[in-house]
């Protein structure tokens, strides 16, 4: 036996697998890309962040401009946060749980936010609440800002992260069907009882990893929220905003520290999101046997 | 409690899963709803538990609409097919649910929640499972935890759907027993779906065979076998041997050849006769049914052979059970004689 193993293992070739030529190409080339477009901007981010020493790089965070634009997007990720899980939790409840005329058109719809370009999504808000738009004229009447101010930001920033929850949740609830909400009925469970105490619990990974992927994005969107923002400096500049805004000015260093900490939130993300889909699949081994 | 249901109908598009269904369900009985997948009776179970809404007719329990009530206020335990237990609940949880979520006014308190729990684990004996979660118990155990969790809320009515469907065939047939014994012991009505004859009629009090939407017949087990009241049910319970026939003249006609049997009250016209495969038997010759012995083999005390029968056109194929005191041999011309048969018009 043990003969035979290392027989097995010595030969040349083996039919299981590809010629060791080929499978070392094939390796090759997907490291080289990795390295080229994902590993080395990683690096040359920190790098340019950090290569006037680490008090230089603190001091640009620290800047007031710095410390709005982090304090903006933190707000602006909250808001979008908390009302896209209320939502996505609502449609992908209706959606799943109950059967309507329209449906299919609603998860059309649901999913419009990724087909659109970012900016586009931007103009729409300014064709709504712009001065020459839908509502601007009524809105200056009564002194609401919206364009130009964190209404606005937060607008474009839920309708381009809304379909995260909702995409996460979709397929796990539909695979997961509705015979545990009809059991907790009959066992006399109302509505909320049923929701929190059945629902909830068996979807809180998907709903963690919607949130997670909804944050990523609503922290780092660029197109639509440049389109409402109006740049206003220490005000309605969000962290990418103001990246651009710094390196087009050539302070680097200032531009890189800010960039630096979008690249740590998209590092966490990456990790967090690994962990999760582990414990996604675990549930879905339960489900299955 | 006593069920009764009028005129049920329920339309899924242009399907009809339900036709005008009538039925009484007496209290304390054991009743199967019998019928091939289609039939409509998950349908019915689950407008009776309130999961689904019949287009028209009544249901009333004891006398009282029970239409005017949702699911949670019917106090009607259901158990599913594939169990649907809580998938991230333990067993002891699953079964305490319906406990903890009543109204504040009548809810036990931990302690009697706790004590209630252990008695219906106890009862459905898998107490020791108590901290175990779904996924870790065999098919036969979550079965049982899913009754004990139905029984949980002290239901007036126990409603199940294919209880023993998605089990081997030896777990089946020792949970029916236990479920009988069960019935026996806490005497609640009850309601079970299946598509399987041998497991009504070896259950049940009552069997209701349904067929297409509507009720086919009503009886217990024994009328149900012996005496069906259609075609559909004479060949859908036991296993039947079919011959077209013609009954005329107050004579039964298979072809050209008449047979030595009455037609019992039947109508003139084309019919076909059902006999059961233990009561088609070797007759003395004349006046029986001819035809060829193709194939023997032997089960314990009886024979099962294949008969070609030459009457009418062409050759009919059928299989009979006959005791093996009178040995059939390959080849063999022998003659057949219903003992016991019923015709209906075709």
């Not at chain 1, 009809?182 to 068996?202: C, D, I, K, M, Y």
Request: glycine share 8%; hydrophobic share 50%.
């Amino acid at each position: 036996m043990t003969d035979g193993q290392i027989v097995l293992r010595e030969a040349a070739t083996d039919a299981r697998t590809e010629p060791r030529l080929i499978r070392w190409i094939v390796i090759g080339l997907a490291v080289l890309f990795l390295t080229v477009f994902v590993v080395l901007p990683l690096v040359l981010v920190f790098a340019e962040a950090f290569s006037r020493g680490v008090g230089a790089y603190f001091s640009a965070l620290l800047e007031p401009e710095g410390l709005a634009a982090i304090r903006l997007t933190l707000v602006v990720a909250a808001i979008s946060l908390t009302l896209n899980l209320v939502f996505g939790l609502i449609a992908a409840w209706a959606i799943t749980k109950f059967d309507f005329p329209g449906k299919s058109f609603l998860i059309t719809l649901i999913d419009l936010p990724f087909s659109v370009s970012p900016v586009i999504s931007g103009l729409l808000f300014v064709l709504l609440f712009g001065m020459q738009g839908f509502f601007g004229p009524w809105l200056q009447d009564h002194n609401v800002q919206i364009l130009f101010a964190v209404p606005g930001i937060a607008l474009a920033t839920i309708f381009v992260t809304f379909p995260f929850v909702a995409r996460a949740l979709i397929p796990l609830m539909q695979e997961q069907g509705t015979l545990e909400e009809e059991a907790a009925v009959s066992l006399g469970a109302s509505g909320l009882q049923t929701f929190f105490r059945v629902t909830l619990p068996n979807i809180k990974w998907g709903v963690l990893y919607g949130v997670l992927l909804c944050n990523a994005r609503a922290m780092g969107e660029f197109g639509a929220v440049s389109v409402v923002s109006g740049h206003i400096r220490g005000e309605t500049n969000t962290m990418p905003l103001l990246v651009e805004i710094l390196y087009n000015e050539y302070q680097f260093v200032a531009a890189f520290a800010i960039a630096s900490l979008l690249a740590m939130l998209a590092l966490v993300t990456l990790v967090a999101k690994t962990i999760l889909e582990r414990h996604l699949d675990e549930g879905q081994q339960l489900s299955d046997d | 409690m006593t069920i009764e249901l009028k005129n049920l109908v329920k339309k899924f598009g242009a399907f009809a899963a339900l036709d005008g269904v009538d039925l009484k369900i007496e209290d304390g009985e054991l009743l199967a709803l019998l019928g091939p997948s289609g039939s409509g009776k998950t349908t019915l179970l689950r407008i009776i538990a309130g999961l689904d809404w019949p287009d028209a007719g009544d249901v009333s329990f004891d006398g009282e609409n029970a239409l005017a009530r949702g699911a949670g206020e019917r106090h009607v335990g259901f158990v599913f097919q594939h169990y649907a237990l809580f998938r991230h609940m333990t067993v002891f949880e699953n079964v305490a649910f319906g406990l903890r979520v009543q109204p504040r006014a009548i809810r036990k308190d931990e302690a009697g929640i706790r004590a209630r729990v252990k008695e219906l684990l106890d009862l459905v004996q898998l107490d020791w499972l108590a901290n175990r979660y779904p996924s870790q118990l065999s098919g036969g155990q979550r079965q049982r935890i899913a009754l004990a969790r139905a029984l949980a809320i002290e239901p007036r009515i126990l409603l199940l759907d294919e209880p023993f469907g998605a089990l081997d065939a030896k777990v089946r047939k020792e949970l029916r027993r236990w479920l009988r014994t069960l019935h026996e012991e806490i005497n609640v009505t009850s309601v079970f779906v299946t598509h399987d004859q041998e497991e009504a009629l070896e259950v049940a009090n009552r069997v209701v065979v349904m067929d297409k939407g509507k009720i086919e017949q009503i009886g217990t087990p024994g009328e149900v076998y012996d005496r069906p009241a259609t075609a559909f049910v004479h060949s859908f319970i036991g296993e039947s041997i079919v011959l077209p026939v013609n009954v005329s003249d107050g004579r039964v006609w298979v072809g050209d050849q008449a047979l030595n049997i009455k037609p019992n009250g039947a109508a003139p016209g084309p019919s076909q006769l059902f006999v059961r495969r233990h009561d088609m038997q070797v007759a003395p010759p004349g006046g029986g049914l001819r035809g060829s012995v193709r194939y023997v083999r032997t089960f314990g005390a009886i024979q099962r052979a294949d008969i070609a029968l030459s009457a009418g056109d062409g050759e009919t194929l059928i299989e009979i059970d006959t005791p093996r005191d009178r040995q059939l041999k390959l080849g063999d011309v022998v003659e057949l004689q219903p003992t016991r048969f019923r015709i209906f018009s075709a």
